[in-house]
């Protein structure tokens, strides 16, 4: 449909004699005569979010609508333009992107959704081009309620890095419909998506791409006075000093106390990740990186202390000083061609830029005190790779964790076991007497509980009635009518 989506504070965006709106969002409407236009201000987002719960088919309920009216506004942004995409189809785009190619020279008859990629990186989403209905997009919306329903939240904020996770759900809702996996290399996936008559591909490259062409000085245009003029902030540095407030007040509360709740120890665990998550900028420094590079890098950055596999240095010696900065490591593999992913230990105030290691694809895996990324390869993210030899020298378990362990109580003497009849414990099976039997009767000090499929049952319903409940009671009714092996695996 010719529908145009922008996303500002002010309605009246469109007119602003601005350099990054004239060559953007001002061109993209003058060149598009045929096409309407609707500029959603931080009221309409709100709404559009409300409306979802009087569709005769909403994809969200009541509690979720909720969340969202105490989020960032960027999240509740990214939220309701999924929506849009999804019921009304069109095209969307950020404010702060160029614009100079018609739509008509596009979008060729048949074309029924485009899938850019960002410097061979990830699929775009601050420009999005589809049909309405399009389960791609559904898949993203899944995929993005997923992680936003369980993350931790503070003043209803998500943490910086759990946002960054579900932008990339996007990308992520893309290989996982198109392929069915996240391994394929992003220049195969466009191979493939450009044999389908109703795709459309291309990889972009901040002043080259589908609906931009390069033009003297398009590199420079910067939507830093356009931010200014609204008073936008950095939202990753809004969010980052909420958490940093309350994290801050935790720490001070808990300082003395081992017996913490849950909720409490899960707050301090995600606060302690924050504290190793790069801030993006308002706009990348001219000095360290080319901006456009700049631009690329702040999405890529693999979340909490990461590693790669799979992958050896360019060079023998990592690189140090102000290159320890997660987005400046970044700008840095993407200005050379073979480099494939970067690693950046701030403690040691080090940069590694990697290639691939022959035929074998590059993975991620958790590392104290690292973190990863990419610039110019999608990562095949697994946790069983071998780590090179060149980090697992020096990997270590982080002081923090260390600290929280060491506060944890003892391990209580507790057996627990489930399965169908709670008087498997007295059957003559070899199986049970070479197991859980001989479990039971080499340590007559531990208890032991047989747990039938009523008690699996009735031990997640339980979790409602606890001081600090894990989950919700729409999670209870999800699970309780899951197959009885995912109901175990929950309980």
Request: aromatic share 8%.
């Amino acid at each position: 449909p010719h529908k145009l989506h922008i996303i500002w504070p002010d309605r009246e965006v469109v007119f602003k004699k601005d350099e990054m709106v004239l060559h953007g969002i001002r061109k993209m409407i003058d060149l598009n005569p045929d096409w309407t236009y609707t500029v959603y201000n931080h009221d309409d987002i709100d709404n559009y979010l409300k409306k979802e719960l009087t569709r005769e088919s909403p994809v969200l309920s009541q509690s979720d609508i909720d969340l969202m009216m105490t989020a960032h506004i960027v999240e509740r942004t990214d939220a309701a333009r999924l929506l849009m995409m999804w019921h009304e189809g069109g095209f969307y785009q950020d404010v702060d992107r160029l614009y100079n190619v018609p739509m008509s020279d596009v979008l060729t008859p048949g074309v029924k959704m485009v899938l850019q990629t960002l410097y061979e990186g990830t699929f775009m989403q601050d420009q999005m081009c589809t049909a309405p209905g399009n389960p791609i997009v559904m898949r993203a919306i899944t995929v993005a309620w997923e992680m936003r329903r369980r993350v931790v939240r503070v003043d209803g904020f998500a943490s910086f890095g759990d946002h960054m996770m579900m932008v990339n759900s996007w990308t992520l809702a893309i290989r996982l419909e198109l392929f069915g996996n996240m391994s394929v290399p992003m220049s195969d996936a466009r191979a493939a998506i450009e044999l389908v008559p109703t795709l459309k591909t291309n990889n972009e490259e901040w002043c080259d791409g589908l609906w931009i062409r390069p033009f003297k000085d398009c590199k420079n245009i910067s939507r830093a006075k356009l931010y200014e003029d609204y008073h936008i902030e950095p939202w990753g540095y809004v969010v980052k000093q909420v958490w940093k407030r309350h994290c801050d007040e935790l720490r001070t509360k808990v300082a003395a106390d081992p017996d913490q709740d849950y909720s409490t120890r899960l707050l301090k665990f995600q606060c302690n990740l924050e504290d190793h998550m790069d801030m993006p900028d308002i706009t990348p420094d001219p000095t360290e990186i080319d901006p456009a590079v700049a631009q690329a890098c702040q999405g890529f950055v693999i979340r909490n202390q990461s590693d790669v596999s799979g992958a050896v240095w360019i060079e023998s010696q990592p690189s140090a000083g102000h290159q320890a900065k997660p987005r400046v490591c970044c700008g840095l593999c993407a200005s050379k061609p073979t480099c494939k992913a970067w690693v950046v230990q701030p403690s040691t105030s080090q940069c590694w830029l990697m290639k691939a290691a022959g035929e074998g694809a590059i993975g991620v895996r958790t590392t104290p005190d690292r973190v990863a990324g990419v610039a110019t390869a999608q990562f095949a993210v697994t946790s069983s790779m071998a780590v090179p030899t060149a980090v697992s020298q020096d990997v270590v378990v982080g002081p923090t964790l260390i600290k929280q362990l060491e506060a944890l109580p003892a391990i209580p003497k507790r057996f627990h076991i489930i399965f169908p009849s709670k008087d498997v414990v007295n059957s003559n099976d070899k199986m049970v007497l070479h197991g859980l039997r001989n479990m039971i009767d080499m340590n007559p000090d531990w208890t032991y509980t047989v747990y039938d499929h009523n008690d699996i049952d009735s031990y997640i319903k339980r979790e409602l009635s606890r001081e600090s409940p894990t989950l919700n009671a729409r999670d209870v009714e999800l699970v309780l009518k899951a197959h009885i092996v995912e109901r175990t695996d929950a309980a």
